[in-house]
Structures are given as C-alpha cells and as structure tokens.
C-alpha cells in the first residue's frame, strides 16, 4: 500500500514549495533595485533606461540628509539606553531570584509585542505635559522603552548560555560585584550585549508610528520622511533612498551575524 | 533626564554594599532591576493606563465611547474585518511556513547558514520599505499587472490595491519571519530519532507525522500563530497604504487622534487594542512556556 516512490515525490514537493516560499520573501523587496536605475518619473518597470539621477536626487535632497542625521542622532543615544537597561533587567531576571520573575519578565518583553499605536496615544500627551513633545528627548525615551526588549532577550539569552558557576568562582576567589562584572560576566555576555545594541539601533531606525506622533518636521527620522513621501508624492528618489537604506541596515545585520557567530564560539571554547 | 540620578547612586551602592553582607550571589540583583522598571513604568505602564483612563473620559457616562464602538457599524465592521484579516493572514503565514520551517530545521552548514539568511533578511529590513516594494509591484500599473497584461493572462489591469487583497498579500509577508523564526526554534529541538522509532514501528512517513513530527511542533505553531495574530492587529503601515477603502483598528485610531481630534473615541479603540493584545500575550507567554520545557510538558502545572 505504501509505495515509496510516493511519498519520495512528496518530499520533493514540499521541498520545492520551501523554496519558492523562500524566493517570495527575498524577491519583492529587489524589485525596488531596477527602480531607482529608472530614467523615467513615473513607477514603470521594468525601466525604460538606466540613470543615477534619482541617487543624485537623494544625494542633494536637504531633506533627507537633515532626517537621517535625525535618525542617527536619536537611534544612537536610544541603542544605548536601551543596551543599559535591558542589560540590567537581564542580569537581574536571569541571575537573580526575583519572586514573580516570570511576570516581570513578561513585562520587560512587552513593549515590543504590543501594538505601538497603542503606546503612541498614550505617550503623545504625556509627552505634551512634560514639554519635549517633538523634541529629541521624547522619540528617544519612547525609542528606549521599545528598543530594551530586544536587549533583554539578546542578554538573556547569552546569560543562559553559560553557567553561573563562572561568577560563582570569581566571588569566591574574592572578586566584588563589579570586579565580577567587569571581568567574568561582560566578556561572556560581550557579543550578546553587542547584538542588542544592533537590533535597538536597526529597531529605532525603523520605528515609524512613534515617530508619526511624537516627532516635528525639525526632528523628523527617515521612515516618517519616506512615509510622508509615500503617502504625498511617489517619485524614484524614494527608491533610491530606500536602497541605500536597505545595504544600510544589510551591513548592519552581517556585522550583527559575525557578532553572534565569535560570540557562539567563545563560550563553548572556553567551556572545552 | 530626572531619572539618571538616583539610578546612578544604586548602581554604585550595590556592589559595595554587597561585600559587608554575608555573602551570597543572588544578592543586589533586585537593585539591578530598578532603573529598567522606573523606566517601563514612566513611559509604558503609565502611558497605557492614562490610555484607559482617556477611554471613559469625554461627554456623557463613562462607557459612552464603549457605547459608539459597539453601536455604530462603521467602527463595528471595522474591528471584525481587522480581526479576519489577522485571521487569515496567520492561517495563510502558518501555511507557507510550516513546509519552510520543517525543510530549513533539517537543513546544515551552508544551506542552513543561507536559508536562515533569507528568512532574517526579510526581518529586519523596513516594514515601510517592504510596503513601499508592495506598491510598486500591485499598483494598476504596476509589476505584477504589466507583467500579466505582456502575457496576455488579463485584458484589464486588475485593482488590487483598494480592496484589501493586496493588502493582505503585503501583510502575509511582511508577517511570514515572525511565523517561521518560532516554528524553527521548535523543529530544531525535535528529536529525530522519535520519526524513526515510528518508522521502525511500521507508521508511513504520513502517520509518522500526524502522531508524532505534528504534535510535538505545535508549541512553535502556536507561538508562532499568536505572534503573528498580535502584530496583524495592531499592523498600521501597510493598512493604512495598500488598504484602500478597507481600514483596519490600528488606522482608525491614528485618523481619530490626530486628524479628528478625538480622542476619548482614539483611546476607546486602543483600549480594546490592548485588551485583546494582553490577553493573546499571556496565551503566547503560556505557549513559548511549553516551548522551552518541551521535554518536562508534564511538569508544567
């Protein structure tokens, strides 16, 4: 009744279906690529001749240098934040014994699952109040507050990689707190605390809603530009930004990957 | 700004504190834990609050709002099409990746490293640059209808961008890593010596699935299908440009805040945002729960 030829054509199929599965995540995205080569104005494709005029467009743009300047000026500052205290929250729920560990645990991951529209009415006029609303100041903390999940999981996960005998021996041998984290747990954890300082800085780059709500024309970032271009006027210089943003965030992911990679290597090489 | 004060003096009381106490390695960790909940408290939990507290302010009784939301049709229909269409974006993304996960989990060395590549790749580029990809290709003249109408499978160019297909085409992938990056995290914890034992037991590869590769997935499948079900709720970017007429929760309540100025109505949508995300949340923390203890199920209580 099993015939194996059968089920070894299933597999087959399955597998091609993985693979096209797989293409349509990569593929639409490059379809902007032979845009911004476009020669034409309006979104044809393909294009009818190749020109560099939308990047030298982008190049010129005031707009766009003033708003990835933005974005660097409040991604940066909010990565950090974020690394910090997301460290810290890691050290403490993963190390310590907190009672309701799992609770606040839940807490700290929550701000990157709930949806931020919701966290973005609600921060608008408490940002009003306390006067940085379209300042810096106020896209920032909102950025810290949703960056420093990706910390925590990051850290934590590092931190659980290894046992904490590590810190265990350092105490004993009458290292303090700090000197134990100085010079035990931060080299350990090191890639995974790099790793996260990436991801809040790509997350922070690309955060549109908050910044939809609480940041001015002055302090615009990239993705609420784009957007007010998407939603206002449609030309290839979108394209051409988008694709220098996208090698933008590709190198910071490979540097992201070299990271994790050492990073995996290490523990397990010093634990051999 | 405030805040940095007195988180900076914790930060040095504890370590020095720590070595006049009888020793014990647990100790100060709650200290640690202070600056980062000070600050989800300030701008997270109070916010969120302040959202529900907005919700019954406003003319009339408190539930006014409530009232509007589940009376009037337009926000009514509003809130079931969002939920179907997170419905079956989920099911749509389960369905794609559940053969990509299980092909991907028995991949190795380059093949693994490559199709992890392309599964994350797609994750951490913009969803406003992805949507951005979306238009081009669904517009009315657009990629996907040029290329139809050179081939001759259309006489008219189709309009996908206004009826909500597009829309959902769009969102499916946007969605398709957050499925597949937790039902990867599972398959690769199967053992696979469980498919042979049934094997060896006479089960075809199709019962070998059923009753032992299916069940022991479905942490990740669960996990994954909540995940995906959250963030489509709440999806703002691609509704709000691929959605034409079709407008979704997260939509509404941006054009209520900040373009009708209502926001009592804007904080009412959000709360009921929130309350259906908080309870999903805990669905999921109780998911990824099994997930991890996936050998001590039963311990679980």
């Known amino acids: 009744m099993t015939d194996p030829r059968l089920w070894r054509i299933l597999s087959y199929g399955i597998l091609a279906f993985a693979v096209l599965v797989l293409i349509y995540l990569v593929l639409p995205t490059l379809v902007i690529v032979p845009l911004s080569f476009s020669s034409e104005t309006f979104l044809s494709f393909p294009p009818p001749g190749f020109s560099l005029q939308w990047y030298d467009a982008f190049a010129q743009s005031l707009d766009y240098r003033i708003a990835i300047l933005n974005s660097v000026k409040i991604g940066l500052p909010a990565a950090l934040f974020a690394t910090v205290f997301g460290t810290l929250a890691a050290l403490a729920l993963v190390r310590g014994h907190l009672p309701g560990r799992r609770l606040l645990s839940a807490l700290m991951i929550a701000p990157l699952i709930l949806p931020q529209i919701v966290l973005a009415i609600g921060l608008f006029p408490i940002m009003v109040k306390l006067g940085i609303i379209g300042s810096y100041a106020g896209i920032l903390l909102g950025h810290t507050v949703l960056a420093m999940p990706l910390v925590f999981i990051t850290v934590a996960a590092a931190l659980k990689s290894y046992a904490p005998t590590y810190e265990l021996a350092a105490m004993t041998l009458g290292a303090n707190r700090w000197n134990t984290f100085r010079f035990v747990t931060l080299p350990m954890i090191k890639p995974g605390v790099i790793v996260g300082f990436i991801f809040a800085f790509a997350f922070s780059f690309d955060e549109l809603i908050l910044a939809i709500f609480l940041t001015n024309p002055a302090t615009r970032t990239v993705p609420r530009l784009l957007w007010e271009h998407l939603n206002y006027q449609m030309t290839p210089v979108i394209a051409a930004a988008t694709v220098v943003l996208l090698v933008i965030t590709l190198s910071m992911l490979a540097i992201a990957a070299v990271y994790a990679r050492t990073g995996a290597r290490k523990p397990s090489g010093a634990a051999s | ?301």
């Open chain 2, 1 to 301: 700004m405030s805040l940095a004060m007195p988180e900076r003096r914790l930060e040095k009381l504890s370590p020095s504190a720590a070595r006049h106490r009888p020793w014990s390695p647990e100790r100060g960790h709650a200290l640690l834990l202070l600056p980062p909940l000070l600050l989800l408290v300030a701008f997270f939990v109070i916010p969120l609050a302040d959202v529900v507290l907005q919700s019954f302010a406003g003319p009339g009784h408190p539930l006014t709002q409530y009232e509007r939301i589940f009376t009037q049709s337009s926000t009514l229909q509003v809130l079931l099409y969002t939920f179907q269409t997170a419905a079956t974006v989920t099911l749509c993304t389960l369905v794609l990746s559940y053969p990509v996960a299980f092909v991907v989990s028995r991949a190795k060395g380059n093949l693994l490293h490559l199709s992890l590549a392309l599964i994350l790749i797609p994750f951490w580029t913009s969803t406003v640059i992805r949507t951005y990809a979306w238009i081009v290709i669904l517009q009315r003249r657009g990629v996907l209808n040029e290329m139809m109408l050179d081939w001759g499978w259309i006489e008219r160019p189709l309009k996908l961008m206004s009826n909500g297909v597009g829309m959902q085409i769009a969102m499916i992938h946007i969605m398709l890593p957050f499925m597949v990056i937790p039902l990867l995290n599972t398959m690769r914890g199967i053992d696979g010596n469980l498919l042979r034992a049934a094997a060896v037991l006479g089960a075809n590869p199709l019962r070998q699935f059923l009753s032992v590769y299916l069940p022991l997935s479905l942490p990740g499948v669960s996990a994954g299908s909540i995940l995906v079900f959250i963030s489509s709720l709440g999806f703002y970017i691609t509704p709000a440009l691929l959605g034409g007429q079709k407008t979704m929760v997260a939509v509404l309540i941006e054009q209520q805040a900040s373009r009708l100025l209502d926001w009592p109505m804007a904080s009412a949508l959000a709360t009921v945002l929130l309350v259906v995300t908080c309870l999903l949340f805990l669905l999921y923390e109780r998911a990824m729960r099994f997930a991890r203890g996936g050998k001590t199920v039963g311990e679980v209580s």
